[in-house]
């Protein structure tokens, strides 16, 4: 399926391709694969993916989460959520996420100091306001930075801002 989903999207000349994802994991995730994701690696246009069981907000959109690692790619991704932001009257939120490190030390456990990691937190916050100037400027943006696993927490700040006193809690 993704070679025909990439040869009709070539074809017709696509902007964007929207694609609903099943979500596997694991052993499923290993033998059946992801058409999404092979879809997504190969396209050079965007790739929008779905859950079947995502909540869907009939008044549009109103907040895009944008993780942000300090790369090109996320850079174009912000870019990218800027034109959407513009378009639908969104406020966007940069996220960027501090992951700790885990340094193994006489065959113990031992993770980065708190000083080490509030340093990098507070470095983290003053270059991701620098980017949100310089990507999204003129947007109602919200910076973040959290430390923890990038995707766990990607996810949790998601679930989070679908929580609806967030948008009190963020003034």
């Known amino acids: ?7 009709s999207a070539s074809e017709i000349g696509v902007d964007l391709i929207v694609m609903g994802t099943h979500g596997r994991r ?21 790739v929008l993916t779905v859950r079947a069981d995502a909540a869907i907000n009939p008044e549009g959109i109103s907040r895009i989460l944008v993780p942000y690692d300090f790369s090109e790619a996320s850079a ?42 509030g340093h990098l937190s507070e470095r983290s916050e003053e270059a991701l306001k620098k980017a949100a100037e310089e990507l999204l ?23 989070f801002m679908s929580y609806e006193p967030f948008k009190t809690l963020k003034k």
Not at 102 to 109: A, C, D, K, L, T
């Open 1 to 7: 399926p993704d070679e025909v989903i990439l040869e």
């Open 26 to 46: 694991g052993l499923k995730h290993l033998l059946l694969g992801s058409v999404a994701e092979k879809v997504a690696r190969e396209r050079s246009a965007p």
């Open 76 to 117: 174009h991704a912000a870019r990218f959520a800027g034109l959407w932001a513009r378009a639908l009257g969104a406020e966007i939120t940069l996220l960027h996420v501090v992951e700790p490190v885990v340094y193994p030390e006489f065959y113990s456990v031992d993770v980065a100091s708190d000083d080490l990691m």
């Open 137 to 159: 400027s003129g947007l109602p943006v919200i910076t973040s930075v959290e430390v923890g696993r990038a995707a766990d927490t990607i996810v949790h700040h998601a679930d």
